[in-house]
């Protein structure tokens, strides 16, 4: 499902999302394609979702956002040891 689609089926509301089909570029994750998980009114009860989800399954690509956002974009997150600065 494309972001343009979950934002008309669930308007103004918090969604957990499995990412389907994404991309990196300079530090950001575009997310093309989508599955929605669950929908909740309230962030904080997205984000106990989300974690749950995430403890179950690590290796899946989760995340939770507002349907009022223009666009599916999240900072990445690294891993790991960083090389010098």
């Given amino acids: 499902m494309r972001w343009d689609e979950v934002q008309e089926r669930f308007p103004n ?6 990412a389907t ?9 575009y ?3 989508v599955i929605v998980v669950d929908r909740f009114q309230d962030s904080i009860s997205a984000m106990h979702r989300y974690e749950a989800l995430h403890k179950e399954a690590p290796y899946k690509e989760y995340c939770f956002f507002h349907t009022s ?5 999240a900072e990445e997150k690294y891993a790991g040891i960083r090389g010098p600065r």
């Fill in 13 to 18: 509301e918090w969604v957990v999302l499995e």
């Fill in 21 to 29: 089909k994404a991309h990196s570029k300079q530090g950001k994750r």
């Fill in 31 to 33: 997310i093309d394609e």
């Fill in 69 to 73: 956002r223009a666009e599916l974009v």
